[in-house]
């Protein structure tokens, strides 16, 4: 189990970027994915993307289009997401959170992750 904190949200006009990051301060295992979910008021909580930590592998929800990367620092046990082209509807509480590496595969759900951060506030308007 890791003890995930999430950093860099912020307010951002439309068409900026941001980059969050997702430290773990417990173990960075290898047979383990860290996902990025997403939650705007009065919607579900949605997958975002995720990363397995044993090879690096990645999937991306419909619809990101190329705009967000995900990527891990192995030696920082950091997980990144990087926003880029942000629209008014990507503002939201972003999380990450622990799941095992077959969990990210295809869809990212959240009943599939078990560790959660508190998540950071994006807020992308003018």
Not at 8 to 22: A, N, T
Not at 68 to 82: C, N, P
Not at 89 to 115: F, I, L, N
Request: charged share 20%.
């Amino acid at each position: 189990q890791s003890q995930l904190v999430e950093s860099g949200g912020g307010l951002v006009q439309p068409g900026g970027s941001l980059r969050l990051s997702c430290a773990a301060s417990g173990f960075f295992l290898e047979h383990a994915a860290i996902a990025w979910f997403r939650q705007a008021p009065g919607k579900e909580r949605e997958g975002v993307s995720c990363i397995r930590l044993r090879d690096g592998i990645t999937h991306f929800a419909d619809g990101i289009h190329g705009r967000f990367i995900i990527s891990k620092d192995d030696a920082k046990k950091t997980v990144y997401l990087e926003m880029n082209n942000l629209k008014p509807e990507d503002t939201g509480v972003y999380y990450c959170a622990q799941g095992m590496h077959y969990h990210c595969a295809g869809y990212v759900r959240p009943d599939d992750y078990q560790y959660w951060g508190r998540g950071t506030q994006v807020t992308v308007s003018s």
